[in-house]
């Protein structure tokens, strides 16, 4: 009898684990068929944003972002006529930083490189996420300032953990709070998306805020004005510069 029973429990476990299981899948298939469908997202190779950062009262810092490949992406922010740029291109990257004196292109660290490989990701770390190598659980709903939202726990293959809140309602995401390990200290951020607009059926944020950890009360926003999809990338603008004149960006017509 005590066997049948321990028969019984261990079916109704293993029920449950692959219930559990398929509910992470459903919830991921549709965030990303409301966010225009996984298609249309791997059919995006290459992309530019523009927008400006606010950086203080009455003071925003213009910005550009290309991104091509999944593994090539330059930042470019303009303030008070100097030009602060950081570009990747696959495992190496530079940077240019006049605001820290230095008008030379510097290489990036080890856990500069890491994270800009993160960000290069255009398609983020739910888009296939067993093939990368990355764990996500359930944990349930969570209120968000009176919205019901999906929390799930991603566990990335380089070890480090993210949280993504997903709106019950809408699927899109509302917020994502990490954790990881930069130069041998834990760095906690979030990341808070709104006012999310369709471009060329893709569904993207027009206003988010960076927070040094969740528990900020404010962070830094940064308001997007322009999103293109596969625009023509000059490669070469992803490369490190001989001397720091090169500061200028090219696109192929």
């Known amino acids: 009898m005590k066997s049948k029973k321990l028969f019984i429990a261990i079916i109704l476990l293993l029920f449950s684990a692959t219930t559990f299981a398929q509910t992470v899948d459903e919830i991921i298939a549709s965030h990303f068929k409301a966010m225009g469908g996984k298609d249309k997202i791997a059919s995006v190779k290459s992309l530019k944003m523009k927008g400006n950062i606010d950086i203080g009262p009455d003071m925003k810092a213009p ?3 290309f991104m091509k490949d999944g593994s090539k992406v330059r930042f470019e922010m303009d303030l008070q006529g100097m030009k602060m740029i950081q570009a990747l291109e696959g495992d190496s990257g530079w940077y240019i930083n006049p605001f820290g004196g230095k008008t030379d292109p510097e290489r990036m660290s080890p856990e500069s490189v890491k994270d800009s490989k993160e960000q290069a990701d255009f398609t983020g770390p739910l888009y296939n996420y067993k093939e990368k190598g990355n764990t996500i659980e ?3 709903k969570e209120d968000m300032e009176g919205t019901d939202t999906y929390k799930l726990k991603v566990t990335k293959k380089t070890g480090d953990i993210s949280y993504f809140y997903l709106d019950a309602g809408s699927y899109l995401e509302l917020k994502q709070t990490s954790k990881h390990k930069f130069k041998d200290k834990e760095v906690e951020s979030a990341h808070l998306s709104s ?8 569904m993207f944020p027009f206003s988010m805020e960076e927070r040094g950890s969740d528990d900020a009360s404010q962070g830094q926003m940064l308001n997007i004005e322009s999103i293109e999809l596969n625009p023509k990338i000059d490669e070469s603008i992803f490369k490190m510069p001989p001397m720091a004149a090169a500061t ?3 696109e192929k017509k």
């Open 195 to 202: 006012n999310y607009k369709s471009v060329d059926g893709l």
């Open 248 to 250: 200028g960006t090219e």
């Open 63 to 65: 910005f550009t972002i």
């Open 138 to 140: 359930y944990l349930g």
